[in-house]
């Protein structure tokens, strides 16, 4: 093998300039979910009988897995009380209402109800944040009701737990993990783009790629992180269920019917490709074989210039050295 024209050096530089958010992006985008946080925090210290209970940072940004394209802030706010609607439309215009009145210096205009969030808008510098509802009965692990980003469902899962799971993977191989989720999710967001219908959840690939750390893989040279996960992907045609012991034991998972089968690390009913159909599944299938033949034949190319077009089919025309 080859590796005298792109090595894993090469592909850290690449993840650095052009796939990673950097540091201080991150930093800046954490602080400002913090004092919207806060500022809920010190709207609630006076009127405690408010029905937005909590906003905690979620997602990518929380998690550090972030990409450079990161174009909103994902928190989630956990809306308890007897008028909290159940019905998502209503539900997003109450938590849009309500935001207004906790943070009164907001124009009500730059606080919005989309499909499935609210989204508050900074004006000038800042992204947009996404504000993610879920209905909180009390639990003291914060578990609750998320309405789902890809279709509006009820899911019933816990983000803290989401995030000390992800922070258990990422401790155990430092550094590394985060990358190859991140470089994975690069790849999804290139055959996304090259393929109709291509989807990828982020949150599936990260699940993978837990599974695969919790199997013993080492992260830390990732050419080879990279080919063992698209070979996974080729071999198992994704019709492998994924599921952790983590906060429940295996033998509490039931049966599922869906083709795909990622099942949530909090909440052992929740199926996390349950949208994934037979045709989705092929069309990732497809791509991973196709990036595993690239990565091979990048690893044997003996020019540049070929090593490139190889590694440029998994990350696209950005790829350099
Ligand atoms: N089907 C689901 N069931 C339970 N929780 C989910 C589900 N989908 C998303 N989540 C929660 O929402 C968070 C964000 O998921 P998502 O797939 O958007 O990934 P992300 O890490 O924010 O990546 P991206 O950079 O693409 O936004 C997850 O970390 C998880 O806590
Ligand atoms: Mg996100």
């Not at 937005?52 to 706010?77: E, V």
């Not at 009965?137 to 980003?149: A, E, I, K, T």
């Not at 696209?316 to 050295?321: E, I, T, Y």
Request: aromatic content about 12%; glycine content about 4%; some cysteine.
């Amino acid at each position: 093998m080859s590796r005298q024209h792109v090595d894993h050096n090469d592909i850290l530089r690449f993840a650095t300039e052009k796939v990673n958010l950097p540091k201080d992006k991150a930093d800046e985008y954490r602080a400002q979910a913090r004092r919207l946080r806060e500022k809920l925090d010190g709207y609630l210290a006076e009127h405690d009988d408010f029905s937005l209970r909590k906003m905690l940072l979620s997602g990518s940004l929380a998690k550090g897995t972030a990409l450079r394209s990161l174009n909103d802030i994902d928190i989630a706010c956990y809306i308890s009380g007897a008028d909290a609607p159940h019905q998502v439309s209503d539900l997003l215009n109450y938590l849009a209402e309500r935001l207004r009145k906790a943070y009164p210096n907001f124009s009500p205009d730059q606080v919005q109800p989309q499909t499935y969030s609210v989204t508050v808008s900074f004006r000038g510098t800042g992204l947009d944040v996404d504000v993610v509802p879920i209905l909180y009965d009390g639990d003291p692990d914060w578990y609750g009701n998320l309405v789902s980003q890809d279709d509006g469902s009820f899911l019933r899962t816990c983000i803290p737990r989401h995030l000390e799971f992800t922070a258990k993977r990422k401790k155990a191989q430092e550094a590394h993990f985060a990358q190859v989720v991140r470089l994975v999710k690069f790849w999804a967001r290139i055959m996304k783009a090259e393929h109709d219908g291509f989807r990828f959840k982020s949150f599936m690939i990260e699940m993978i790629l837990s599974k695969l750390s919790d199997q013993g893989l080492d992260f830390s040279y990732y050419p080879e992180a990279l080919q063992h996960f698209f070979t996974y992907i080729a071999r198992s045609g994704l019709r492998e269920r994924i599921a952790f012991a983590d906060y429940y034991p295996a033998s509490k998972i039931g049966a599922f019917s869906e083709p795909v089968q990622i099942i949530d690390p909090v909440n052992e009913k929740n199926n996390v490709a349950r949208l994934y159909t037979t045709a989705n599944a092929k069309l990732i299938v497809d791509a991973a074989l196709d990036a595993g033949d690239a990565i091979d034949a990048a690893l044997a190319a003996p020019t540049k210039q070929e090593t490139l077009h190889y590694w440029r089919r998994v990350f696209g025309p950005s790829f350099q050295v």
